[in-house]
């Protein structure tokens, strides 16, 4: 019989562990995995509980997967960095209104001996040569907001990657830090967000080789997902979300982010 | 003529492509106590197995029925137990209450037929941890706590050491003599002409899967016996006697 | 890459002794996953192998045959079908236990299941083959057959629980699913490691890989030495 009471308390505390946040105000927000793996949201979050008792849960994917698991109604609010997707979002109904957040900066990783010769200031002009010397590429090829921002730049620098892709281009399918991974082994160029590639401990022979082209700017949209399509959405807690994080104590929240003394993000929110 | 308790008429039994018995007919009535002798393979274990109703069959076979049309009792013991994980006093538990025996009349059965076969002492002691002999008599135990009808044995001393045996077969008799009253018949398949001699009333000889001789014991032993069984007879019993 | 197993060792080191709260957090939230699940798992997969091996039906070699196919079963594929199912677009989604460590439990137990069920079909039908008869002569049906047998064998079934735990708590691709790795909320071992990789932090990663298998090893030591103590404690006490 003692045995068995021994039995019955282990089950106990079991259940009583996975309750672990069962009961607290909270939301899911959908974000992407170069945000999390940014640190942001370690800064940013505990603020927003300060202010207001909610927790947010972030479900780290991709940019498409994270609209998708709105669309399915499985994350109360959306925060991505690819404005085409999230107008498409909102323009089907499934979010209820787009606000501008933030942005930071994607930059050109490679080699630091960088045998395509890319280093400067013109991401078109950089991936062009890459391009025209087939140095080895890698792309993460994942629907992500990273990879969108890649597709456009080629075909700024008017290559045409899904029909002829260059000799050396890889994709991945990936998140950016096992992209980052498999550059750092194959000495390939990639394109990265900031946040990341300063978070990323694994750098090999990498440098930073093109930055500060105001096309490599990464804007940042906050969205709640539309209770019309899914009426269980916490709209009003998702609502106060995003209410603060466009508002001044958000916004400087956002700044006042920094790895290493650099500032990742730059809030842009539009004035109320 | 009395009831008989179970009847076979024209039966067989085939594994596979092997026919282990055929063309068998049988009556078992109350009291008789039955020994099946044959060499390896004579179908003595497959004719016990039928009697007990465990095998598929062509042929017929009836049991005699009581008033609620349920079977006799019956029980069997091999020549290897199997016993559970358990102690002896669990593992009769779980016979009687496999036999459905009511829940307060079990732990009295269960005491009476482990002091019946000398093993009340052992009965917190793992039932796996036994002596050969003691296992077996355990086994005895646990078939006579269930009061049956019929008793089946399979070669029931054939693994075990001469004193052992000696006791098993004791046993075996004392509980055939005493169940003779409520009409317990018995039926045990052996390689041992001696063992058949001492505890059968009828002695049945097996060749090939059939029925060759089907006698008293007394008149088994002194007459005139056909080639192979008169063979088997002669081969088996200076050994054995 | 020479540094990199003495930097993990140095790493795992630290985390273990350190004794980290976000680590125990971690740690304790894959133990109580995974236990749930192997428990879940067994009571059904234990009484489902076991009444598999001693019933006989028509269509039973193809059941058998089904198991153990699903033995098989990658753990993202396990991790999609459940996410799809309670996915509030999906048939179980009012629930609303995705991206909770309910659902992690519901991914681990579908996935340890027919491992438990299958290798418990094996162990109970070994001891049916020789032992079938002795209880069919005593009268026990499917049933009482199944549930001595497990009785019987309660001491591999032991090992068969372990081999599930294991399992359970070495996967990642249906837990980082249906969980979503959310950090405090549904972050076990393996996600955690998961990402430290995907950050390029290594060391960390292996350090978390390290402890990981420590724990396996302490559990496996452990259940080792019960089952030493049990074997000679049931010899005393006739159990």
Known sequence: ?272 | ?241 | MGGGFGESLHAAIALLTGFDARLAEVVGLSLAVSASSCALAAGFGMAAGAWLAVARFPGHRALVAALNTLLGLPSVVVGLVVYLLLSRSGPLGSLGILFTPKAMVVAQTMLVLPVVAALTRQLIADAWRGNGEQLRSMGAGVLASAALLLLHERLALVTVGLTAFGRAISEVGAVMIVGGNIDGVTRVMTTAIALETSKGDLPLALGLGFVLLALVGAINVTIALIQRQQGTHSEAMGR
């Not at chain 1, 990273?146 to 080629?154: D, G, I, V």
């Not at chain 1, 539309?226 to 916004?251: C, E, I, M, R, Y």
């Not at chain 2, 069959?57 to 013991?77: N, S």
């Not at chain 2, 091999?78 to 016979?95: D, E, G, T, Y």
Request: aromatic share 8%.
């Open chain 2, 1 to 241: 003529m009395t009831a008989a308790l179970i009847e076979l008429h024209d039966t067989a039994v085939r594994f596979g492509a092997l026919t282990a018995l055929s063309g068998v007919d049988f009556v078992l009535r109350p009291g008789e106590r039955v020994a099946l002798v044959g060499a390896n393979g004579s179908g003595k274990t497959t004719l016990l197995r039928l009697l007990h109703g465990q095998l598929a069959h062509d042929g017929t076979r009836r049991v005699q029925r009581d008033a609620l049309g349920r079977e006799p009792p019956q029980a069997m013991v091999f020549q290897r137990p199997f016993l559970l994980r358990l102690s002896v006093w669990r593992n009769l538990m779980v016979a009687l209450w496999l036999a459905g025996v009511p829940r307060d009349e079990r732990a009295a059965r269960a005491a009476q037929a482990l002091a019946r076969v000398g093993l009340a002492d052992q009965r917190d002691r793992p039932a796996r941890v036994l002596s050969g002999g003691q296992q077996q008599r355990l086994a005895l135990a646990r078939a006579w706590a269930v009061r049956p009808r019929v008793l089946f044995l399979d070669e029931p001393t054939a693994s075990l050491d001469p004193g052992a045996k000696r006791e098993v077969e004791q046993l075996i008799t004392e509980f055939a003599q005493e169940g003779q009253q409520q009409g317990l018949a018995v039926v045990m398949s052996t390689h041992n002409l001696g063992q058949a001699k001492r505890l059968a009333t009828r002695v049945v000889y097996l060749e090939g899967g059939r029925v060759i001789v089907d006698l008293p014991t007394s008149e088994f032993f002194n007459q005139s016996l056909p080639d192979a069984a008169a063979q088997f007879v002669r081969g088996e019993l200076p050994w054995n006697a």
């Open chain 1, 1 to 272: 019989m003692e045995r068995v009471k021994h039995w019955i308390a282990a089950a106990l505390l079991l259940v009583a562990a996975l309750q672990a946040g069962a009961q607290e105000r909270f939301i899911v927000m959908a974000s992407t995995t170069s945000t999390e793996q940014s640190g942001l949201f370690a800064h940013l979050l505990p603020a927003f509980k300060a202010a207001s008792g909610i927790d947010v849960r972030v479900v780290a994917l991709g940019t498409g997967q994270a609209l998708d698991a709105a669309r399915r109604g499985d994350a109360d609010v959306v925060f991505v960095h690819d404005q085409v997707a999230e107008e498409k979002f909102v323009a089907e109904g499934f979010g209820l209104q787009r606000l501008p957040v933030m942005y930071n900066d994607f930059v050109l990783i490679g080699p630091k001996s960088d045998p395509a010769r890319v280093a400067g200031k013109d991401i078109a002009a950089a991936l062009g040569k890459v391009a025209a010397q087939g140095a080895p590429f890698i792309s993460r090829g994942d629907k992500s907001g990273t990879h969108a921002a890649e597709l456009r730049y080629w075909k700024l620098a008017s290559v045409d990657v899904a029909a002829s892709a260059p000799k050396g281009y890889q994709a991945c399918g990936c998140g950016m830090g096992p992209a980052l991974n498999i550059a750092a082994s194959t000495n390939a160029y990639v394109l990265a967000d900031r946040g990341t590639w300063l978070n990323f401990k694994n750098r090999a022979d990498l440098a930073v080789l093109v930055e500060g082209d105001t096309r490599l700017f990464n804007q940042y949209g906050v969205m709640v997902v539309n209770p019309a399509k899914h009426p269980h959405v916490k709209t009003a807690l998702a609502q106060a979300f995003a209410d603060w994080v466009v508002s001044p104590a958000g916004q400087a929240s956002i700044a006042g982010y920094k790895i290493g003394g650099e500032q990742l993000f730059f809030p842009n929110a539009k004035a109320k």
